[in-house]
């Protein structure tokens, strides 16, 4: 049974990302998404929230489990007994970063491979902080992550608001259901 494990911060989940899971467990008999704790990135959703964003995506899909980790990747994928690291790429300027992580994954693992899949066209421009920026300016975000995962942008950036509003005295709170009406501005 081949085993590969798709490491990530994952802060939070794409639709960019699930569709390069998707196609890994049609090469890997199982596949676990391992989100990075501490990986020198600050996040918005913490590794628990992620996980349970994840989590709820993959539901019923018995090829894939997701996990958290701290420390080495490889350290991770051996102890789990993967094969091999997906990554996703999506343009030129990925390669460069990914060459650098790849190199070091082997030498600390050698017998762990990368294996890496072009992003499709349509996700190719999405990343994770894309998505966060734009949704925090009440930017569409729809067509590039689940919806699960747009309500939970929606709900920390309106969090980020009140608390703002809280600590400057402001007396209006901003209520999710105001912003689906259209009623206000994040
Ligand atoms: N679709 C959409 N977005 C994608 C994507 C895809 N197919 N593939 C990558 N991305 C985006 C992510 O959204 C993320 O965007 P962001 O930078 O705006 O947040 C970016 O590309 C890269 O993110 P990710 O794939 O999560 O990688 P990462 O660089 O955050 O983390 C780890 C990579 C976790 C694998 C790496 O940091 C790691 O291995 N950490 C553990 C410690 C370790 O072993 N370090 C290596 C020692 S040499």
Known sequence: MTKAVYPGTFDPVT?????????????????????????????????????????????????????????????????QGARALIRGLRAMSDYEYELQLAMMNKKFAPEIETVFLMAQMEYSFVSSSAIKWASSLAGRIGDFVPAMVERALLEKHLAQVNERRRVTGAETVVDIDDRDAGGATV
Do not use: C, W, Y
């Open 15 to 79: 639709n960019g990302h699930l569709d390069i899971l998707t196609r890994s467990t049609e090469l890997f008999d199982e596949v676990i998404v391992a989100i990075a704790d501490d990986n020198n990135k600050e996040t918005l959703f913490t590794a628990a929230e992620r996980l349970a964003l994840l989590q709820a995506e993959v539901e019923g899909r018995p090829k894939i489990q997701v996990m958290v980790f701290s420390g080495l990747t490889v350290e991770f994928a051996r102890r």
